[in-house]
């Protein structure tokens, strides 16, 4: 998993500035191994991320992607996400396919 944050705003146009999360899930080397299902895994995220208590509320408030190499991408605005709550939420799909004992999940600084 990576994580960055961009915080973009003018303080001389008065305007908010808003803060801007990307996250990016990789995927590709289980999911090539054929033993992670990344469209099951976008649907989870789907259901499961909480937006103000709610689940599957996402609006526009968080966009969730996949792309062709498996990499699942989580872009949230106005909205605080931490990398951890991402981590859980991979943790959780991973013990509910019985994966969990094969698979690690490891968080990046990029």
């Known amino acids: 998993m990576t994580g960055g944050a961009a915080v973009s705003g003018s303080a001389k146009a008065n305007k908010k500035a808003v803060n801007k999360q990307k996250y990016v899930i990789d995927a590709s080397a289980p999911s090539q191994d054929k033993i992670f299902d990344s469209a099951a895994f976008e649907k989870f995220l789907h259901d499961r991320v909480?937006?103000?208590?709610?689940?599957?509320?996402?609006?526009?408030?968080?966009?969730?992607?996949?792309?062709?190499?498996?990499?699942?991408t989580i872009t949230t605005t106005s909205h605080v996400f931490s990398k951890r709550y991402m981590k859980y939420l991979t943790k959780k799909f991973m013990k509910q396919h019985r994966i969990r004992d094969w698979l690690r999940v490891v968080a990046t600084d990029l």
């Open 50 to 72: 909480k937006i103000n208590g709610r689940t599957g509320q996402l609006g526009d408030i968080v966009t969730i992607s996949r792309s062709e190499d498996h990499k699942i």
